[in-house]
């Protein structure tokens, strides 16, 4: 998978998981892929302060992305 690809899968993943964060009032944005195994986001809106937010970054967020992108190994929040 190209660098392109995988950023598309990510970026689709996060579409997937989107419209769950903001009907709790948040939202998610892609910040960087590094090494084609970690990737950064940023959690936005109530998810920043919301005392679940590390379960729903693994629970959600990883999982989903790791859907669209199995050669992912983590996803980290750098809100």
Same mark, same amino acid.
């Given at each position: 998978?190209?660098?392109? %690809? =995988? &950023? ?19 939202? +998610? ?12 986001? %940023? =959690? &936005? ?19 989903? +992305? ?14």
């Amino acid at each position: 998978m190209t660098a392109t %690809e =995988l &950023q598309e899968n990510v970026e689709k993943a996060l579409e997937e998981i989107r419209p769950f964060l903001k009907s709790d009032g948040g939202d +998610i944005r892609l910040v960087d892929i590094e090494e084609g195994k970690r990737v950064r986001v %940023e =959690l &936005q809106g109530a998810c920043v302060a919301c005392s679940v937010n590390q379960m729903t970054l693994r629970s959600g967020v990883e999982m989903t +992305i790791k859907k669209y992108a199995p050669q992912i190994e983590e996803v980290i929040d750098i809100s």
